[in-house]
């Protein structure tokens, strides 16, 4: 008997809540829980009091994200069934010291596993509900991005995501994300397209295509990108995320020659000074991440673009932050997404020490916003004083 079919005899009439934190990486990965949450044979309630099961995947960007989810989950357990069990996945569930407060502070949690281990989840749940007890596992962080979980996408306004890559390389030196998520591992060209074309069929409107650092799927994203607007069908496709070093010429023509692919470009410029881009690894300067933004405003007819901001990155200066403004100013990003650096263990940056109070972030940060809903207000670039 297989596990599904053993699975569905030990969950009859059992129901589980799924609640799904961070990216829309997390939510791609909620597809495919829910999807085998159903072939396990659970009922899905949106009423996390009467479910038998709590299945949360997790975000670790910032200890804000870790925070809120404890006090989630925390809330779940006091609220939920009596001898409710939780399980918690995603990129938290990778971080050991997670783990640790989970083991002591939370004993309902019953199973942890990360990103990598969504094909494991029936094994899981099967030695659970037969043996009992409480299995905390982290994922292997090179594990295959699994074919076979059954998926199950929620019928929102006629879009879906779609995992092409997972992992990352870059290193950034503040970030936790290649930590949790592991290496770079990439779909199959013909699998993602396969996908993109039932979707298509299906009535999907507007198809995104997902991985933390978009540029770097193998064998080829532009290529990628031009097939999968490629098919028949009133539809548009977008994109999330391109590290502005790896995204270039070919990228932007391909946008530009892909009338099915949207014409914004989502290109997380971090800061806009030199000393605190190689502080943060991010491997391009102000000048050549001004150059792509030329570039791409030359080659994508009516480009929107937009961006994120860290403020208060450990030793930026007042000249540092002036620099990102100035920045911000010349580009006239169409929407910005802004955040106050928050240390996250394990990240080379952590060991860094703060220069800025919790007071003077918040200042900065209030700046940054106000400049930019200035910028938004004005539809734009703000032409330099003088
Ligand atoms: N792969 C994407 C970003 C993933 S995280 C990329 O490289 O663009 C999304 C955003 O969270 C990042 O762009 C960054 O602006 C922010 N971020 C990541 N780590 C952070 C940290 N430790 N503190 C504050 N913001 C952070
Ligand atoms: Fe984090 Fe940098 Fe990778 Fe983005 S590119 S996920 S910011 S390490
Ligand atoms: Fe958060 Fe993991 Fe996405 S840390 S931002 S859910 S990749």
Known sequence: MDTYTRLRELTGGLTAYLAVYGCQQNQADGDRLRGSLLAMGYRLTQDHTEADLLVLVTCAVRKHAETKLLGHLGEYLRTGKPGVKAVLCGCMAQREEV???????????????????????????????????????????TA????????????EDGRANVTIMTGCDNFCSYCIVPYVRGRERSRAPEAVLEE????VAGGVREIWLLGQNVNSYRPDFSELLRACGSFDGDYTVRFMTSHPRDAGRRLFSAIAETPRVAPILHLPVQSGSNAVLKAMNRGYTREEYLEKIRLAKELI??????????????GETERDFLDTLDLLKEVGFAKLFTFQYSP?????????????????MKERFLRLLALQKEIERRGGVIPPAG
Request: charged residues 25%.
């Open 344 to 360: 996250r263990s394990g990240t080379p940056a952590a060991e860094l020490p703060q220069t800025l109070t919790p007071e003077e």
């Open 99 to 141: 783990r640790e407060l989970l083991r002591t502070s939370y004993r309902q949690v019953a199973l942890t596993f990360g990103p990598a281990d969504i094909g494991r989840f029936p094994e899981y749940m099967l030695t659970l509900l037969t043996e009992g007890g409480r299995r905390l596992y982290a994922s292997p962080d």
């Open 144 to 155: 295959p991005i699994g074919e076979d979980i059954p998926l199950a996408r929620l019928p």
């Open 196 to 199: 993109v074309r039932g979707l």
């Open 301 to 314: 007819p009516r480009v929107a673009l937009t961006s994120d901001v860290i403020v208060g990155f450990p």
